[in-house]
C-alpha cells in the first residue's frame, strides 16, 4: 500500500513539476524574443530557431559555466493542435483501470465465500451494528446485522484492501455515469455498486458463461434490452448503453418481486432460480431465508453486495484514501464517425495512447470504429482532444483516404473478413508470432483472452479478431485424430479421454462441452473439436 501511495504521490510531484517548467520556459521566451546572439542563449534540438508559435514539449534547463541554458524539442505536429488531457493522465492508474484481473478476484471471492468468523480488530461488532443500522435508514435494501454479513465485511477488510483501494478509483469514473442513469429510472443509487459485484467496474469483463461487461449481460437478455453485439460492437461493453439496459432489467425485476434484495438475486441467477428457491424454502420472500437453497454464486451475491456498499460509504472511516482518475467520465464527449478508422490512427493523429483509445471506447472488439450507413458509432475521448478530431476533421478523413490507397486498402479487406477465429496453440508458437500471422497486436490477444502473461501451452485455444485474411494449411495426415465426437464409457474420466486424443486437453474438453466440473455421465456425446 505504502509502495503504491509513493509511486502515485512521485508521479503527481513530476507532472506538477513538468507544467512549471514548461510555464517558466515558455515565459522566458516570451520575454526575449530577440534571443538569437545574446548571452542567455536557448538551445534547441538540430538548432531549430525558436519562434512565439512554435508548438514544443519536453522543456528542460540546465546551467552551463553559470549561464542558463533552456533545451526544447520542436513537437511535429503536422498542423494539428497539440492535446495536453493525454499527458495529463497518470500512467500508473491508466494501469489500474486497464487490468482485467480485479474481476478475477471477485468472482473466485463470491463463488467461495465463507462464513467463518474473521478476527479483524479495527471495526468492532457494535460500532458495525450502528453504522448498519443508519445504513437501513437510509437505503430500501435490508440491511440488517447478522454475523454472516460481519464475517464478509471483515474478509474483504482484512484480506481485499487492495482490490477495494483500485475498485475505489474506477469508482470515481463510472459511478457519476451510473448514479444518473439510476436516478432517471426511480432505482436506488445504491445499485451502482452492483457493478463492482458483477465486474469489478472492467466493462471488458467476461465471465466462464459468456456474460460481458459491466453489468454482465449474457448475450441473448443484452439483445431483449436493445444492446447490439455483432462483428465489431459488443453494446454490453458501452458504459452508457449497458447501465440504462440493466437499469430497465432490475425495474422490471422489482416489479415482479417487489423486493431489493431478491430482485439482486434474480439479477444475478435468473429469475427460475429465485422462483425454485422459494418453493423450496416453503414460500419464504426473505434473501437470508431463501439462501440456502440458492445457487452457490447467488447465496454470496446479497452479501458481498451489502459488505461492498458498507465499505464504500465508510471508506473514510476505513482509512481508504479519495482518489482516482483525473478525467471523469462526464468530462469526455463524443463525436460521430464519418469513415471506418482504427485506434492506431486515433492514436497517431490526436498523440493520444492507444490505452487510452481502448479504455474510453471499451464496445469496438477489434480495435476499429466502423462506418455503416444509417447506424451512429461514436468516438469518445476526453474533451480537448475530441475538440481537436473536429477542429482537423477534414485533414484526418483525407489522410486516412491516402493510408488506404497506399496500403492496398487493408481496411476494406478487414470488413470481409470473419468476425472471430478459434486459434489452437501448436508447439513453436508465441504471441508475436501468432499476433503477425493474423494483423493484430500482442497487447489485443492477450486482451481477448483475459492472459496476463505472455506465456502458452500447446493446444491452448485462443479467441483472435483476425484483421487480414489467412488461409490455414492443411494439416498432415495423423496429426490428430479425425474422430469429431466421442460418448462416453463407463469409467472414462476427462483425463483418460484427453490422453486418447493426442493435441486435446482436459480443458479442450471442458470449454467445448461448456463442462465445469469433472463429473461425467456415460452415454453423453463430447464434442471433440470447434471446427
Known amino acids: 500500500m505504502k509502495q503504491i501511495i509513493m509511486a502515485l504521490m512521485f508521479s503527481a510531484f513530476s507532472i506538477f513539476t513538468y507544467a512549471q517548467e514548461q510555464i517558466s520556459a515558455t515565459s522566458f521566451i516570451a520575454k526575449d524574443n530577440n534571443l ?27 546551467q552551463i559555466d553559470g549561464k542558463r541554458y533552456v533545451l526544447f524539442h520542436e513537437e511535429k505536429t503536422d498542423g494539428f493542435k497539440d492535446y495536453p488531457e493525454a499527458k495529463r493522465i497518470d500512467s500508473l492508474w491508466m494501469n489500474e483501470f486497464l487490468t482485467t484481473g480485479l474481476y478475477d478476484t471477485i468472482y473466485t471471492e463470491i463463488s467461495n465465500l465463507k462464513y467463518d468468523p474473521v478476527a479483524y480488530t479495527d471495526l468492532h461488532t457494535d460500532t458495525l451494528k450502528a453504522r448498519l443500522e443508519r445504513l437501513d435508514q437510509k437505503t430500501p435494501f435490508n440491511i440488517a446485522y447478522n454475523p454472516s454479513l460481519e464475517s464478509v465485511i471483515k474478509m474483504f477488510l482484512k484480506n481485499k484492501r487492495e482490490f477495494l483501494m483500485r475498485v475505489m478509483a474506477r469508482s470515481k469514473f463510472y459511478f457519476p455515469l451510473f448514479e444518473q442513469a439510476l436516478d432517471n429510472y426511480d432505482i436506488p443509487l445504491e445499485i451502482k455498486y452492483l457493478a463492482v ?59 415482479i418481486y417487489g423486493d431489493w434484495d431478491l430482485a439482486l438475486a434474480a439479477y444475478n441467477s435468473g429469475p427460475g432460480n429465485v422462483n425454485k428457491a422459494i418453493r423450496r424454502s416453503g414460500g419464504y420472500k426473505n434473501y437470508w431465508n431463501l439462501r440456502p437453497f440458492l445457487p ?61 483509445v481502448q479504455f474510453f471506447n471499451p464496445s469496438y472488439k477489434l480495435d476499429v470504429i466502423p462506418y455503416v450507413e444509417d447506424e451512429n458509432y461514436s468516438l469518445r475521448l476526453p474533451r ?102 466421442y460418448i462416453v464409457r463407463s469409467g472414462d474420466s476427462l483425463w483418460s479421454i484427453a490422453r486418447k486424443f493426442p493435441g486435446i486437453s482436459i480443458q479442450n474438453l471442458q470449454e467445448w462441452n461448456d463442462i465445469s466440473g469433472s463429473k461425467l455421465t456415460p452415454g453423453t456425446k463430447l464434442v471433440l473439436c470447434k471446427c
Open 36 to 62: 538569437k546572439g545574446s548571452k542567455d542563449t536557448v538551445v534547441l534540438k538540430e538548432s531549430a530557431v525558436v519562434e512565439k508559435s512554435a508548438l514544443l514539449k519536453d522543456v528542460d534547463t540546465t
Open 197 to 255: 459485484i458483477e465486474s469489478a467496474l472492467n466493462p471488458k469483463a467476461k465471465s466462464r458463461v459468456g456474460a460481458t461487461g459491466i453489468w454482465q449481460f449474457m448475450f441473448s437478455t443484452g439483445k431483449m434490452y436493445g444492446l447490439d453485439v455483432s462483428s465489431y460492437v459488443d453494446e454490453r461493453s458501452d458504459p452508457i448503453k449497458s447501465t440504462i439496459a440493466a437499469c430497465k432489467y432490475m425495474a422490471r425485476l422489482y416489479k
Open 296 to 356: 452457490r454464486e447467488t447465496a454470496g451475491y446479497v452479501p458481498a453486495f451489502l459488505a461492498t456498499m458498507y465499505i464504500m460509504e465508510y471508506a473514510k472511516e476505513h482509512g481508504f484514501e479519495d482518489y482516482g482518475l483525473k478525467t471523469a467520465y462526464f468530462e469526455t464527449d463524443t463525436v460521430h464517425v464519418k469513415k471506418l478508422v482504427t485506434f492506431d490512427q486515433i492514436s497517431e493523429y490526436l498523440d493520444v495512447d492507444i490505452e487510452q
Open 384 to 485: 480537448e482532444a475530441i475538440g481537436r478530431f473536429v477542429a482537423n476533421e477534414d485533414t484526418i478523413y483525407a489522410r486516412i483516404e491516402k493510408e488506404l490507397e497506399k496500403k492496398e486498402k487493408p481496411l476494406p479487406q478487414l470488413t470481409n473478413t470473419s468476425s472471430q477465429i478459434r486459434y489452437r496453440v501448436v508447439n513453436g508458437d508465441y504471441l508475436g508470432k501468432i499476433a503477425e500471422k493474423y494483423g493484430v497486436r500482442v497487447s489485443q490477444i492477450k486482451r481477448w483472452n483475459g492472459l496476463r502473461s505472455n506465456r502458452l501451452r500447446i493446444g491452448q485455444r485462443l479467441t483472435i479478431y483476425p484483421r487480414k485474411p489467412v488461409v490455414e494449411k492443411p494439416q498432415k495426415q495423423g496429426t490428430t485424430s479425425t474422430a469429431k465426437e
